[in-house]
């Protein structure tokens, strides 16, 4: 298992260009397999979800091409349903959390499909209700395969539905639409998840030819199609890369330039940055962060405490809460932080008390930060990244720290992170990877 030594202290300084977006990514890989037609993806990122994505494609035979480094080129028009039947499969599937959105382009144009409980960040219960049930009410059936441990899904022809989702899950939402683009008839989707991945899902398949409208808001209606076409489609930018280095410049005192962030898609995210005291300057589709001595949190109008939570889109995103959480170590004030989504993504904060932070874990959800401002620097530590967002946290705390520090099991970095101690080395930090 590979692990990063970063000497802490050390300014950033120049342009860092965010990558493609890791969850818009998989679910648009996942769309490929609803056509029989090339389908050309642009600014794919380089990490290891998406490459095990797309390895997993290239043995179920879906053809792969990669013509430039951030572009590939899939064509599903002969693809080995077998596959799905083997222990390779059940195995590499079962380690990524997005290879569940193959299950709704399968049975929608195949009639059938087969999934092991997936994997992804061990963050708390994940559960796949609401891919179910909304699969479910289209007219497929689930059975569950103890012995194996998986499901087997089947359908004849899917049928459009009313549905009200149980929570506006992403990939849940993702994995529904996809599905009902091939349904026969009218499917409306209510309480379905907005983010800018599933914009960009959506618009992706409309070009292939689905009939989707109500992109961008909570209600989704789409009308069936016999089949879909091929396309070229670009990824947006990784909001929650761009968030990481919002936070990564303020902490290590950085002026950097993130350039080609997406801003318009951004949401809340700039806002909830302000928020800490931080000053995020938007020059056109870029985002500067000046040089900051110091940076003070808000408090409510009526004074008090300020809280920084999670919400479906267009709220806050959980994947930054650990970020916002370390920069509030370093700022001057206090903040409570709630993660409201996830029961298990605030436990790494005791890796950051041994650095020399103030945080009271309040329960499993809850964390007050008093934050230390620029008086006490973090000490350099040596720490296990427990997932993705905890990694990139405790990375951003390491370069702010006085001393060297060691972050093992970095895997969960390079998940969602692409080459990033080359390109936050080519700006100044100082990461060696053993
Ligand atoms: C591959 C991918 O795209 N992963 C993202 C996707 O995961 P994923 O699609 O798996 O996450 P879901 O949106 O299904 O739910 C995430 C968690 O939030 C809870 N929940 C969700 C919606 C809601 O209205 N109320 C609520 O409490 C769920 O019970 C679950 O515990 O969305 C999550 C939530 O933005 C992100 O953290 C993940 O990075
Ligand atoms: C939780 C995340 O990813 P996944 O859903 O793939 O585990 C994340 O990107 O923060």
């Not at 083997?86 to 929608?108: C, H, N, Q, W």
Request: contains cysteine; negative net charge; glycine residues 8%.
């Amino acid at each position: 298992m590979s692990s990063f030594v970063i000497e802490g202290g050390y300014k950033l300084s120049g342009e860092i260009t965010p990558q493609g977006a890791k969850n818009e990514a998989l679910e648009v890989i996942c769309a490929v397999l609803l056509t029989s037609e090339k389908v050309t993806i642009h600014n794919v990122p380089d990490i290891l979800d998406v490459n095990n994505l797309i390895q997993l494609f290239r043995d179920m035979q879906v053809k792969v091409e990669h013509p430039a480094a951030d572009t590939y080129t899939f064509q599903a028009d002969a693809i080995d349903l077998d596959y799905l039947n083997t222990e390779d499969f059940l195995r590499k599937s079962g380690s990524l959390r997005g290879s569940v959105m193959i299950v709704g382009p399968l049975v929608a144009r195949f009639g059938k499909a087969l999934i092991p409980k997936p994997g992804g960040d061990k963050i708390g219960r994940r559960r796949l209700d609401t891919h179910f049930v909304g699969i479910q009410k289209l007219g497929a059936c689930f059975s569950y395969d103890a012995e194996r441990q998986l499901y087997e899904i089947e359908a004849k022809r899917l049928k459009g539905a009313y549905m009200l989702l149980d929570e506006a899950s992403v990939t849940g939402t993702a994995n529904i639409l996809m599905a009902a683009v091939l349904a026969e008839g009218k499917t409306t989707i209510y309480n379905a998840a907005c983010e800018p991945y599933l914009q960009q899902l959506s618009s992706m398949l409309n070009q292939m030819g689905a009939r989707i409208s109500g992109v961008g808001s909570n209600l989704l209606t789409i009308e069936g199609v016999e089949s879909l076409g091929g396309t070229t489609h670009t990824i947006l930018p990784d909001m929650i890369e761009v968030g990481s280095f919002i936070g990564m410049a303020a902490m290590t005192a950085s002026d950097i330039t993130i350039k080609n962030t997406g801003y318009d898609k951004l949401g809340i995210i700039p806002e909830s940055f302000r928020r800490l005291g931080i000053t995020v300057e938007q020059i056109g589709d870029d985002i500067h962060i000046p040089t900051h001595d110091s940076y003070e949190i808000d408090t409510f109008i009526d004074g008090s405490i300020m809280t920084i939570a999670d919400a479906p889109w267009p709220g806050l995103t959980p994947d930054l809460l650990s970020v916002f959480l370390v920069v509030a170590t370093q700022a001057v004030g206090s903040v409570l932080i709630h993660q409201k989504m996830f029961e298990s993504r605030l436990f790494f904060v005791d890796k950051l008390i041994d650095m020399g932070a103030q945080i009271i874990l309040c329960d499993p959800h809850r964390a007050t930060v008093i934050g230390l401002g620029n008086r006490f620097k973090l000490r350099g530590s040596n720490m296990v990244s427990p997932d993705i967002r905890a990694g990139i946290a405790l990375l951003i705390a390491a370069m702010s720290a006085e001393g060297t520090s060691h972050i093992h099991n970095i895997d969960q970095i390079d998940r969602g992170y692409q080459n990033i101690d080359k390109r936050l080395n080519n700006i100044g930090a100082r990461i060696t990877r053993l």
